[in-house]
């Protein structure tokens, strides 16, 4: 960040007074501009024993598979965006019957919710951020194509817990190692 988007000024990077930590602060008019995690909202929808994934029309990751989910919208809960995204992404209605997995992701300054939900019906197809949506067995999820590694994490977890018949919170930590810019460490709440 360069300048403020109040006035239009410079922006240095300073600790304010009050604060612990460097912050963008506009030199004419001292508005201190906030850089905060962005929140990821989504769904892990269901059809009976099946999971609806969505193919990657865009960057990051183009082409390989997720579940429907992106960045929550201001004026929304975390449900309603999930829902949104899942309409947006595989033009599906869905029912958000519960948070799921709480996923902190320090290294690209995001928290990702995934709720577990219910296709109401099987009227879905690909939106514009698409390439094609399906759904899948367990079986036959494309493992080594999934975009993220919350995403794998989370379907791991999901499919463990649908075998012992129940669905706790899951949360944790997802961090890249320094080794590579592919390679993660999982941290999860209960280890």
Known sequence: MK???LC?????IKIPSGDNRPRHVCNAC????YQNPKIMVGCIPVWEQKMLL??????????LWTVPAGFMENGETSQQGAARETQEEACARVEVEGLYTLFNLPHINQVYLLFRSRLLDLDFAAGEES????????????WEKLAFPVIRESLQLYYADRKGGSFPLRGGTIIRTPESSKSYRIMLDSD
């Open 3 to 5: 300048f403020c988007s």
């Open 54 to 63: 969505c193919r990657r029309a865009i960057e990051p990751r183009y082409g």
């Open 30 to 33: 001292s508005t201190i501009h």
């Open 131 to 142: 390439l094609e949506v399906g759904l899948f067995e367990e079986h036959e999820i494309p």
């Open 8 to 12: 239009g000024s410079l922006v240095e």
